[in-house]
């Protein structure tokens, strides 16, 4: 009977710590923020002619109508499924050119 109810015991707080373990959307916000923020200080024209940042698009507006979008990146197959704070964003591409010539860098 002892046995029983520290196995009961032991996966209901194995259940509650798995619970609490996601990052509040506030927190993701605010990674999500960061990751943009580093983008833009690594592009300067991006940065001389920011227009505005869209957190729920993920999206970057610069130099009248061009877009940055970012996508958050998909999941490991280790942490599919389970709860836990959601993977960070990465650049996937732009509708202009990142720099004032036209190249285009990332």
Known sequence: MKLIKRVAI????????????????????????DTILEFIHKHQYVAMSLESIDLVSLTIYYNNNCEAKFVRSKPSLLSLGRPGPQPGIEFERSTCPLTETNETSQ
Not at 16 to 23: D, E, M, P, R, Y
Not at 27 to 32: C, E, G, Q, S
């Open 10 to 33: 032991t996966v209901l707080l194995g259940w509650s710590v798995l619970g609490n373990a996601a990052l509040a959307p506030s927190a993701v916000h605010l990674r999500d923020l």
